[in-house]
């Protein structure tokens, strides 16, 4: 089946009352057969139907055994950092999310949980930069805001041979254009909010992985800090999933155009965008994604000019 149908498509249901599209079990709690067994399900913090579908539908698409999702992308970040002890280490991209850099050093210094950031599009530098306390690989491909990119596959022999978790946000291509599992990452973050949503109405995060072990582990955070999704924002992006090959397509289309147009006006200094011929990772980039996102980013060089643009446009998704 191919990815495009399965977006559509959430295989079984199992609702009791043959429903063709998701319900919303919007409740706090669920009757138990009897006083002494608990069903599927007991407290929406613990789990959720409505969740639970849009969890195996994510795995899914990943080409994973398991996901949770979360009430925000830092929330899942936050859920796998917790597996990490004081002493322990990471490693990660020098490009990366404002939010997560915030994660990274203002709250996980308070555990005694160091961090190391390095170019994450250097494979020499990454092993150079890994010690005995080194505990995570944490990149982004591309990078939120330079676009830059990175060797999964190489990346994920690096960490495989100093037994390390290889962690890969995949928020900017979504599983249409880039399935890190499949090149050797150990689990895959989203903040669904951006392109697996695709509404702008729902903020949600989840964490994807074959490794049964981990997956156990993040469940445990997730329920343990109430972090998981609620069952009609669960539904909300459900709902959203259903678009999202053929949005993903055209804003790959479109995006190219304007980063080719881009780089014709004289008075934009730098165009970022791994389509194009002349980025840095665009051959890598060829190799292990099958499109190069809607996110660009360009510098004009003069700090005015690029205020009076920003302040000028009309359509800024």
Not at 32 to 58: K, M
Not at 94 to 105: A, H, M, N
Not at 157 to 168: D, E, I, M, T, Y
């Amino acid at each position: 089946m191919k990815l495009s149908t399965r977006c559509v498509h959430f295989g079984d249901l199992s609702d009791p009352y043959g429903a063709t599209t998701p319900p919303i079990y919007q409740t706090a709690t669920f009757r138990q057969p009897t006083a002494s067994e608990v069903g599927e399900f007991d407290y929406t913090r613990s789990g959720n139907p409505t969740r639970s579908l849009l969890e195996r539908h994510l795995a899914a698409l990943e080409g994973g055994a398991y996901a949770c999702a979360f009430a925000s992308g830092m929330a899942a970040i936050t859920a796998l950092t917790r597996r990490l002890n004081s002493g322990d280490e990471i490693i990660a991209g020098d490009d990366l999310y404002g939010g997560t850099v915030r994660l990274l050093e203002q709250v996980l210094p308070r555990h005694a949980i160091a961090v190391r950031y390095v170019d994450a599009a250097n494979l020499d530098a990454v092993r150079a930069a890994l010690t005995q306390r080194t505990k995570l690989i944490l990149v982004e491909t591309p990078t939120n805001p330079l676009l830059r990119i990175c060797d999964i596959r190489g990346l994920s022999q690096v960490a495989s041979a100093a037994n390390v978790l290889f962690a890969v946000d995949n928020s900017i291509l979504s599983p249409v254009l880039q399935r890190p599992l499949d090149l050797g990452a150990d689990v895959v973050i989203h903040s669904a909010t951006k392109s697996l949503c695709g509404h702008s109405d729902v903020t949600a995060g989840a964490l994807i992985t074959n490794d049964p072990s981990l997956h156990e582990q993040i469940a445990f955070q997730q329920n343990a800090e109430g972090a998981g999704l609620s069952p009609f924002e669960s539904w909300l992006l459900l709902r959203g999933l259903k678009t999202l090959a053929i949005r993903v397509k055209q804003q790959n289309e479109s995006a190219n155009k304007v980063a080719e147009f881009l780089e014709t006006q004289p008075r934009i200094k730098k165009v970022y965008y791994p389509g194009l011929k002349d980025h840095p990772g665009h051959e890598v980039h060829r190799g292990q994604a099958q499109g190069d996102g809607s996110v660009i980013s360009f510098t004009t060089g003069d700090p005015e000019m690029s205020a009076k643009l920003v302040e000028a446009t009309k359509l800024f998704a």
